[in-house]
């Protein structure tokens, strides 16, 4: 069956406090968005790529996609609502319900390359699918909503959900539609396959797969770059 990358890049990344959209600020000469896509690409030339873009966006240049099939849908409100826009223009196109379908936040232009190859060989293997996810390292601490500690959580068995998230076409387009006619809120897609009752594979992959977020993000991911470069 075929793949299908979804690209949700129609956030417009408040917390960053910059003057455009995160996947618009540049790391050495390029911006956020042409480093994720290149990513991608590199891993999976033939992938067919549904991007996610704002019905405003004025950064957008489209000589930062690298792919030979790809098209644009419009964001909506929520993540959800723009990775579900991309799903249903992928069913309009793709008659096929068990078509993989990974999808990948623009603003982790980190995400490595032996690390989509292995989530792309357990999905592609899997009933449910899976995500990259990362086992936490600090003691996680429960605040009491006044700026104090509540309670320390058992940190055994907690993961960083990460993405890319791959799931079949079809299951994926079920839960993220139930979830958000139930109004539930979602951040990842893992979140609504789990809601159906089933349970998505954990693949571990690499810490440095941030997301961009903070201000200070930006130029961590530029040494993890370039690290990665060397
Ligand atoms: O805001 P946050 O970093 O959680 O966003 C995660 C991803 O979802 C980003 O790639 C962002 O561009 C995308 N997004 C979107 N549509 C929205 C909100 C966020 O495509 N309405």
Same mark, same amino acid.
């Given at each position: 069956p075929t793949l299908w990358l979804v690209v949700p890049a129609a956030g417009c990344g408040r917390r960053m406090g910059a003057d455009r959209p995160k996947q618009y600020l540049t790391l050495g000469g390029r911006t956020v968005l042409s480093h994720t896509l290149s990513r991608l690409h590199a891993a999976f030339p033939e992938a067919r790529l549904c991007l996610c873009l704002d019905a405003d966006d004025s950064h957008f240049n489209p000589a930062w996609v690298p792919f030979r099939d790809w098209r644009r849908v419009d964001g909506g409100v929520e993540r959800v609502d723009s990775v579900i826009n991309a799903l249903e223009a992928i069913v309009a196109e793709e008659?096929?319900?068990?078509?993989?379908?990974?999808?990948?936040?623009?603003? #982790? @232009?980190?995400?490595?390359?032996?690390?989509l190859a292995r989530l792309f060989a357990v999905v592609d293997d899997d009933p449910v699918g899976g995500l990259l996810a990362a086992p936490v390292a600090d003691t996680m601490k429960r605040d009491d909503g006044a700026g104090r500690v509540a309670r320390t959580e058992d940190r055994a068995g907690m993961w960083h959900a990460l993405t890319p998230q791959g799931f079949r076409l079809g299951v994926l387009r079920r839960a993220l539609t139930r979830v958000r006619a139930e109004g539930v809120t979602v951040t990842d897609e893992a979140s609504a396959v789990e809601a159906l009752g089933l349970? @998505? #594979?954990l693949v571990p992959g690499r810490r440095d797969n941030l997301k961009i977020t903070h201000p200070e993000d930006l130029a961590l991911a530029g040494r993890i770059l370039a690290a990665q470069a060397s």
């Open positions: 008659g096929d319900e068990q078509a993989l379908v990974l999808v990948h936040d623009v603003a #982790r @232009p980190c995400v490595d390359a032996g690390d349970a @998505p #594979r």
